[in-house]
C-alpha cells in the first residue's frame, strides 16, 4: 500500500521536476535539449550566464542577512509576561513574602494576613521581577545550549545549501527536531603489572541533528499546500550496499528482512529516475549501463492504520485502539517493511521542513530565480544569438560570381585586396562578380536585449 501511494506522490510531482531541471540547466548556462535541436549548423550557440548571476546574488543576500559575522542566526527571548514551572512560581512567591514580612517584623497570623494585603501590588511586582530575571537567565543559558548544538552538527552549512537550492529550484529543505548516535572514540591508558597500556574505547552520545535534504528526494502529499497541512510525506534514499547494510545496526530495524533483501537483490534494486539521469548527464558524470550496486530505501512519515503497525512489528500506546490511525515513520526497501515506529517527535510532526524562496498561493513548491526570469533569459539568449549571427554575415560582403565571365582557371574564392578577375566576352553590362553587402541589425537587438536584462533586474 505503501508502494502504491508512493507511486501517486511520484506522478503528481513529473511537471514540476521538469521545472526544477530546466531552471537547473538555466543556472548552468545550458540550452533544453528541445531548443539546442533547433541550434544546427554555424548558428550560434551562445548562451547569456545572467541566471547564474542572478541566483548567487540572490543567496549572497539571504546569507548576508541570516549570517551576520559575530552573531547567531537565531535568537530566545522570553515572552513579555513570561511563564514558569508552577512549583518555581510558587517558590518564587513564597520568597518575596518572607521577605516583605522580615521586612515588616510581623508577629501575629493576622497582622500577616493584613500586611499582604496592603502590599499586595508590591508583592507583585517582585515576583514578576523575579519571574523575568530568571526567564531570561534561561533564555540565555539555552542560547548557549542551542549554539553549541547547532555548530557540532554543522548547521549553518546545511542550511546555506538549503537556501541554495531555494534559489535554484524555489524550494529548499531542511530535516531537524531528529537525533544522532555521536560514536567517539578515545584512547584510554591503564597500568597492568606496572606497565603501560593503551585501548580504544567508544564512547556513544545522542545528539540532536539537522540535515539538508535535495527537494529531487521529497514526495509530499500532493494535496498539501504546506508543511502545516502535509498528511504524509517520502523520502527517497539511494544507499550503497554498506550504507544499506549498517542500517541493521541502528534501532527499530529489521535486520533479519534487510539480509533476506541483500540475499534478494545482490547486485542492489535501485532503479535510475529520469531526473537523476538528467542530472548527471548536466554534471557530465558518464556511468555504466546495469545494476550499480546500490538500494533504494523509501522513508515514509505519516498517518497509518494502528492494525498495519501491528502487523509489520510496531509497538501502540497502551490502552490504544488497532482501528485508529497513528502518526508513524516507516521505512520500507524491495517491497519489505525494515522498519515500522510511531512518530517519536511529541506532537506528531513530520521532520521535514521545506521552504519557498517565493510562496505561491495554493502551490506547496515556490518559485526561483530561474522561474521568475526564464522569459526574460530566454528572449535574451535569442537576441545574442541573432545578433552575434547578424555580425557575423554582415562584417563582410557575400559575392556573387558568374563563372561563364570568368577566363579558365580563375579561382573566385581566392579573394584579397586588389584581385583582379579576367574576364572573356559576355554582356558588358553583366558584371562576372558581384558584391552584396548584408543589413547589420545591432541596434535593434541591442535594444532588446537591454530592454530584457532590465526585465530581469525587476
Given at each position: 500500500?505503501?508502494?502504491?501511494?508512493?507511486?501517486?506522490?511520484?506522478?503528481?510531482?513529473?511537471d514540476?521536476?521538469?521545472?526544477?531541471?530546466?531552471?537547473?540547466?538555466?543556472?548552468l548556462g545550458?540550452?533544453?535539449?528541445?531548443?539546442?535541436?533547433?541550434?544546427?549548423?554555424?548558428?550560434?550557440?551562445?548562451f547569456?550566464?545572467?541566471?547564474r548571476?542572478?541566483?548567487m546574488?540572490?543567496?549572497?543576500r539571504?546569507?548576508?542577512?541570516?549570517?551576520?559575522?559575530?552573531?547567531?542566526?537565531?535568537?530566545?527571548?522570553p515572552?513579555?509576561?513570561?511563564?514558569l514551572?508552577p512549583?518555581?512560581?510558587?517558590a518564587?512567591?513564597k520568597?518575596?513574602?518572607?521577605?516583605?514580612?522580615?521586612?515588616?517584623?510581623?508577629?501575629?497570623?493576622?497582622?500577616?494576613?493584613d500586611i499582604?494585603?496592603?502590599?499586595?501590588?508590591?508583592?507583585?511586582?517582585?515576583?514578576?521581577?523575579?519571574?523575568r530575571?530568571?526567564?531570561?537567565?534561561?533564555?540565555?543559558e539555552?542560547?548557549?545550549?542551542?549554539?553549541?548544538?547547532?555548530?557540532?552538527?554543522?548547521?549553518?552549512?546545511?542550511?546555506?545549501?538549503?537556501i541554495?537550492?531555494?534559489?535554484?529550484?524555489?524550494?529548499?529543505?531542511?530535516?531537524g527536531?531528529?537525533?544522532?548516535?555521536?560514536?567517539?572514540?578515545?584512547?584510554?591508558?591503564?597500568?597492568?603489572?606496572?606497565?603501560q597500556?593503551h585501548?580504544?574505547?567508544?564512547?556513544?552520545?545522542?545528539?540532536?541533528?539537522?540535515?539538508?535534504?535535495s527537494i529531487?528526494?521529497?514526495?509530499p502529499?500532493?494535496?498539501a499546500?504546506?508543511?502545516?497541512?502535509?498528511?504524509?510525506?517520502?523520502?527517497?534514499?539511494?544507499?550503497t550496499?554498506?550504507?544499506?547494510?549498517?542500517?541493521?545496526?541502528?534501532?527499530?530495524?529489521?535486520?533479519?528482512?534487510?539480509e533476506?533483501?541483500?540475499?534478494?537483490?545482490?547486485?542492489?534494486?535501485?532503479?535510475?529516475?529520469?531526473?537523476?539521469?538528467?542530472?548527471?548527464?548536466?554534471?557530465?558524470?558518464?556511468?555504466?549501463?546495469?545494476?550499480?550496486?546500490?538500494?533504494e530505501?523509501?522513508?515514509?512519515?505519516?498517518?497509518?492504520n494502528?492494525t498495519?503497525?501491528l502487523?509489520?512489528?510496531?509497538e501502540?500506546?497502551?490502552?490504544?485502539?488497532e482501528?485508529?490511525?497513528?502518526?508513524?515513520?516507516?521505512?520500507?526497501?524491495?517491497?519489505?517493511?525494515?522498519?515500522?515506529?510511531?512518530n517519536?517527535?511529541?506532537?506528531?510532526?513530520?521532520?521535514?521542513?521545506?521552504?519557498?524562496?517565493?510562496?505561491?498561493?495554493?502551490?506547496?513548491?515556490?518559485?526561483?530565480?530561474?522561474?521568475?526570469?526564464?522569459?526574460?533569459?530566454?528572449?535574451?539568449?535569442?537576441?545574442?544569438?541573432?545578433f552575434?549571427?547578424?555580425?557575423?554575415i554582415?562584417?563582410?560582403?557575400?559575392?556573387?560570381?558568374?563563372?561563364?565571365?570568368?577566363?579558365a582557371?580563375?579561382?573566385?574564392?581566392?579573394l584579397?585586396?586588389?584581385?583582379v578577375f579576367?574576364?572573356?566576352?559576355?554582356d558588358?553590362n553583366?558584371?562576372?562578380?558581384?558584391?552584396?553587402?548584408?543589413?547589420?541589425?545591432?541596434?535593434?537587438?541591442t535594444s532588446?536585449?537591454e530592454?530584457?536584462?532590465?526585465?530581469?533586474?525587476?
Amino acid at each position: 500500500r505503501l508502494q502504491s501511494l508512493f507511486t501517486e506522490y511520484k506522478d503528481a510531482r513529473n511537471d514540476i521536476e521538469d521545472e526544477w531541471l530546466s531552471s537547473f540547466r538555466q543556472f548552468l548556462g545550458e540550452y533544453d535539449p528541445d531548443v539546442l535541436a533547433k541550434l544546427t549548423g554555424t548558428r550560434s550557440k551562445v548562451f547569456v550566464g545572467l541566471t547564474r548571476t542572478k541566483v548567487m546574488s540572490a543567496f549572497s543576500r539571504l546569507v548576508d542577512l541570516l549570517f551576520q559575522s559575530g552573531q547567531d542566526f537565531y535568537s530566545i527571548d522570553p515572552t513579555a509576561i513570561p511563564e514558569l514551572d508552577p512549583l518555581e512560581m510558587a517558590a518564587i512567591t513564597k520568597e518575596a513574602t518572607a521577605e516583605i514580612m522580615q521586612a515588616s517584623g510581623a508577629a501575629s497570623p493576622t497582622m500577616v494576613l493584613d500586611i499582604i494585603n496592603e502590599r499586595r501590588d508590591e508583592l507583585m511586582d517582585q515576583v514578576r521581577d523575579e519571574v523575568r530575571r530568571r526567564a531570561k537567565l534561561a533564555a540565555s543559558e539555552m542560547t548557549i545550549l542551542v549554539r553549541d548544538q547547532l555548530g557540532e552538527a554543522n548547521a549553518e552549512q546545511k542550511i546555506k545549501e538549503a537556501i541554495m537550492e531555494s534559489c535554484i529550484f524555489g524550494t529548499g529543505c531542511i530535516k531537524g527536531g531528529t537525533v544522532r548516535i555521536e560514536r567517539n572514540k578515545r584512547w584510554k591508558r591503564s597500568y597492568v603489572n606496572g606497565v603501560q597500556a593503551h585501548s580504544l574505547t567508544v564512547v556513544e552520545q545522542v545528539k540532536p541533528d539537522i540535515e539538508s535534504v535535495s527537494i529531487f528526494d521529497i514526495y509530499p502529499d500532493p494535496y498539501a499546500t504546506s508543511n502545516e497541512d502535509l498528511h504524509g510525506l517520502f523520502r527517497r534514499h539511494v544507499l550503497t550496499r554498506r550504507q544499506f547494510r549498517d542500517l541493521r545496526d541502528l534501532d527499530g530495524f529489521d535486520s533479519d528482512a534487510i539480509e533476506e533483501i541483500l540475499s534478494d537483490s545482490p547486485r542492489g534494486n535501485h532503479v535510475e529516475e529520469d531526473h537523476e539521469r538528467i542530472r548527471r548527464e548536466v554534471a557530465n558524470i558518464k556511468l555504466q549501463s546495469g545494476p550499480n550496486n546500490r538500494f533504494e530505501v523509501l522513508e515514509y512519515w505519516g498517518s497509518i492504520n494502528g492494525t498495519d503497525l501491528l502487523e509489520a512489528g510496531a509497538e501502540l500506546p497502551e490502552g490504544s485502539e488497532e482501528d485508529d490511525d497513528y502518526d508513524a515513520n516507516i521505512w520500507i526497501c524491495a517491497g519489505k517493511v525494515i522498519r515500522a515506529t510511531l512518530n517519536p517527535i511529541p506532537d506528531g510532526r513530520i521532520p521535514y521542513n521545506c521552504f519557498p524562496y517565493e510562496r505561491n498561493p495554493h502551490q506547496f513548491w515556490g518559485t526561483g530565480v530561474p522561474r521568475m526570469m526564464r522569459d526574460s533569459q530566454s528572449t535574451m539568449n535569442a537576441a545574442t544569438r541573432i545578433f552575434i549571427d547578424n555580425m557575423a554575415i554582415s562584417s563582410g560582403p557575400m559575392v556573387e560570381v558568374n563563372m561563364d565571365f570568368l577566363e579558365a582557371g580563375e579561382d573566385p574564392t581566392d579573394l584579397h585586396p586588389w584581385k583582379v578577375f579576367l574576364r572573356s566576352g559576355g554582356d558588358p553590362n553583366a558584371p562576372a562578380v558581384r558584391f552584396n553587402q548584408p543589413v547589420a541589425n545591432a541596434n535593434g537587438l541591442t535594444s532588446i536585449i537591454e530592454m530584457f536584462r532590465k526585465f530581469a533586474d525587476e
